[in-house]
């Protein structure tokens, strides 16, 4: 191993490591203001966000599952209408615009030509409002951004983004909770208490990587087979989405997530004992749904491996694997299981020998069409 890696194998390992201190920087700016302010986004920032009547997304990728995350706090959280769109397609659409719509690009990179391409285009519908959420200083997207928020990752290597989509989460809910308190839905109390969530944000995720022995004994599961399931509700489903993206990624299984409501009109008819179905449940008010999702799958065979929270009153069963991470973080808790899809998709790949930092046919930044 190069000097760089330190006592990792592979970049992808060190950067799902890195993830603690990654997250703590990107909210420091945050935690040391103490409150949310327009300001964390830019001096012109107070203007720009000043009247917004929606908020739409465009990336790509992992980025896009970002955005897809984001999309339930901002419409729950800071009650405005907010939708997601994948880059390529939203450029090449006859798309109504709104000028009071707040035009979010998410990329790691800042150079990926569809978001660049996109974002121009929402800007030739006249949709000044915009703001780019970026993890390299000075790239071509926040270039052409009038607010930026940088995540504050640090350089990463790996071909699947790891520790950018989980800052990407957080710059997102931090510029959730200042769009709430503008639009007057975050009271002083509301405030303190997700300040004070951010800030033991990064020891949640330390926890959460303590889980990797455990995950490490599951990947023999999975690593001899060619198809797996990922399953989530409500904020959680991006994440199966982003589980599933990121083992066919590196160990080339074929994956699908799906939202778990979703089951019984399709993807039920693959389930048998050769299909193992990932599943986050974490203990919020969705869980009860979740396990009756479980049990159709179980009475098709189905191996269930299950990601929940400490608190969940949770137990394993035949068929039915149960890793437990701490008590259910509450409204951060869709980047706490983030986690554990990372290191299945990481520890999958390694038994099945796979090039993890640059997996075949990918490139880490796509700056063409
Ligand atoms: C490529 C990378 C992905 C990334 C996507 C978007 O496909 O392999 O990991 O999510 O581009 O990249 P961006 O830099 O715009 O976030």
Redesign the pocket.
């Given at each position: 191993a190069s000097l760089e890696l330190g006592p990792y194998s592979h970049f992808m390992q060190k950067e799902i490591h890195e993830q603690p201190r990654a997250v703590a920087d990107t909210i420091e700016g945050v935690i040391d203001a103490g409150e949310f302010s327009a300001e964390l986004f830019g001096p012109d920032a107070a203007e720009v966000l000043e009247g917004i009547e929606g908020v739409l997304i465009l990336?790509?990728?992992?980025?896009y599952y970002a955005g897809m995350t984001a999309r339930y706090w901002i419409e729950g959280i800071a009650g405005l209408p907010c939708s997601v769109e994948i880059a390529s397609e939203y450029r090449y659409r006859d798309a109504v615009a709104n000028p009071k719509t707040l035009v979010v690009t998410?990329?790691?990179?800042g150079?990926?030509l569809d978001?660049m391409e996109a974002l121009k285009y929402a800007k030739s519908l006249g949709q000044e409002r915009t703001l780019s959420i970026c993890n390299v200083p000075e790239s071509a997207i926040p270039r052409a951004s009038r607010l930026v928020y940088y995540t504050r990752a640090g350089a990463e290597i790996g071909?699947?983004?790891t520790k950018?989509f989980t800052t990407q989460l957080v710059a997102l809910f931090t510029l959730t909770a200042t769009l709430a308190k503008l639009q007057g839905r975050l009271d002083e109390a509301g405030e303190a208490d997700y300040i004070d969530a951010l800030r033991r944000l990064p020891g949640s995720v330390q926890h959460a990587l303590n889980l990797e022995p455990q995950i490490t004994a599951w990947s023999e599961h999975f690593a001899p087979k060619e198809h797996a399931l990922f399953l989530g509700r409500g904020v959680h489903y991006p994440i199966a989405l982003e589980g599933a993206l990121k083992l066919k990624e590196i160990s080339y299984i074929h994956a699908e997530a799906y939202p778990a409501g979703e089951l019984k009109h399709g993807p039920l008819a693959l389930v048998t004992d050769e299909m193992p179905v990932v599943v986050i449940a974490p203990n919020d008010s969705l869980l009860e749904k979740v396990k009756s999702n479980m049990q159709e799958v179980r009475a098709r065979g189905g191996q269930l491996f299950v990601f929940t929270d400490a608190d969940s009153n949770f137990h394993p069963s035949e068929g039915v694997h149960v890793i437990r991470a701490a008590r259910h973080v509450g409204v951060l808790s869709p980047i706490i299981h983030t986690i554990p899809v990372q290191l299945l998709a990481y520890h999958v790949a390694l038994v099945r020998g796979t090039d993890v930092d640059k997996p075949r046919n990918?490139?880490?930044?796509?700056t063409v069409e």
């Open positions: 990336a790509c990728g992992t980025s998410l990329s790691q990179s150079e990926t978001t071909v699947a983004s950018a990918l490139a880490k930044s796509v």
